[in-house]
């Protein structure tokens, strides 16, 4: 199967100026060519033409932090009395509602009971439609540690390694560390350090030697600079980084994975159930405080030349559900003082360097999955225009 999409202002996730008129020849499920509609190659010239024009084409977006099996409108604890059977049902919609808003790639940073190796098995056999997928397994926690009821519990570096490979045995990607407290854990303090230097540097040890990434959920201070003295390659959240925790991420070359409206809920576009209610009334002055800090922690970050992904946290507390999660992130980052195309960047390239999979995807180019996006507005003039999906390619085929 072999197609040109021609006619649209094409942005290729590079963050360069669009390409007006532009032309994106497909062969099976990845990208032959691009460039312009009047320089279109002879084989192209003989591929089916879908005429695109008046629209706007830009890479699938990819989600560099996720929880797909969770709902994102229910606490983890009511999720966790439910059937896996209900979980499994709910996660294939959450999978196919993703993908229909232009999400072509995930990075899921904390699954339940491995469902999400099962999905991704569905997905790649084309039994269910979903995103590509990286995954982490079970999040490790320390014992009692942020979402210890969801997670592997470990202490001392030799549990944590076991933890680890444990992850690595069943399928994981990367693995994934709680370095501090967390808001979505009752009672917590995110300021807290919750691993040593010592534990953090043998579960790196193990998963590099595997190939593997490893990402820790950071909120305080103290817990980030531990993780950069442990060797981990992405810090989650971020939320109190400080100019001493800066560079030293700008020395090891470790990535910044943002996650703004997990912290701050678009409380007015759905609905909000009572459990919702309760958990943002509950939430409120930490809501606030979080949204003022990031805004700090984001002016720093690129004032250090910090390498920035970005992903929702959607599924992971109760006021994060699978809605335009992304966009939203998105149109988070601009409010936040970036263009609209770094943003894109950010969301498409930067996020699939953070996947380490930028070989295969995040820019329309030769030889990349033919991972589209195809909008009826221009996205550049208003970020929201993100959610004027006309169409959405996944390898090639239209979802
Ligand atoms: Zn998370």
Redesign the pocket.
């Known amino acids: 199967m072999a197609f040109v999409l021609t006619g649209a202002t094409l942005i290729d996730g590079n963050g360069g100026a669009p390409l007006n008129n532009a032309a994106v020849y497909v062969e099976g499920e990845r990208i032959a060519w691009v460039g312009s509609a009047s320089d279109l190659p002879p084989a192209a010239q003989n591929a089916e033409q879908v005429d695109v024009s008046g629209k706007w084409l830009m890479p699938g977006i990819i989600d560099a ?3 797909i099996c969770y709902n994102g409108s229910e606490s983890t604890f009511a999720l966790l009395e439910k059937p896996r059977d209900d979980l499994v049902l709910e996660a294939v919609d959450i999978c196919e509602r993703t993908l229909a808003q232009g999400v072509t790639t995930i990075r899921d ?2 699954g339940e009971q491995y469902i999400e190796m099962s999905l991704r098995k569905a997905i790649d056999r084309g039994f269910i439609r979903g995103p590509r997928m990286k995954l982490s397994g079970r999040v490790i926690s320390m014992t009692g540690g942020h ?1 210890h009821f969801i997670a592997r519990e470990a202490d001392g570096p030799d549990e944590m390694r076991k933890a680890a490979r444990e992850q690595i045995k069943a399928g994981a990607d990367l693995v994934k560390l709680m370095a501090t407290g ?1 808001s ?1 854990t009752p009672g917590q303090d995110i300021h807290a350090s919750q691993l040593t230097v010592e534990e953090i540097a043998a579960v790196t040890e193990v998963a590099h030697m595997m190939g593997r990434h490893v990402a820790a ?1 950071c909120h305080g201070t103290g817990g980030i600079r531990n993780c950069m003295l442990g060797g981990v390659d992405t810090i ?2 971020g939320t109190y980084l400080d100019e001493e925790t800066a560079d030293m991420m700008v020395e090891n070359g470790a990535q910044l994975v943002l ?1 703004l409206g ?1 912290g701050n809920p678009d409380l007015e576009s759905y609905p909000l159930s009572p459990v919702q209610q309760a958990d943002a009334k509950r939430r409120k002055p930490m809501i606030e405080q979080g949204v003022k800090q990031i805004r700090k922690t984001i002016a720093l970050a690129r004032a250090k030349g910090i390498f920035l992904g970005i ?1 929702t ?1 959607a ?2 507390n109760p006021l994060a559900p699978h809605q335009f999660a992304m966009a939203r992130e998105l149109e988070l980052l601009v409010e936040n003082d970036l263009t609209a195309m770094e943003a894109i960047t950010i969301g498409t390239r930067n996020n699939a360097k953070v996947l380490r999979w930028d070989d295969e995807i995040g820019t329309v180019e030769a030889g990349k999955y033919a991972d589209l996006l195809l909008l009826d507005a221009d996205p550049l003039v208003d970020i929201r225009n993100l959610r004027e999906i006309a169409a959405v390619y996944k390898g090639g085929e239209k979802v």
Do not use: M, N, R
């Open positions: 932090h996720i929880h940073v904390g979402a967390g979505a959920h989650e959240h996650t997990a992903g946290d599924g992971g």
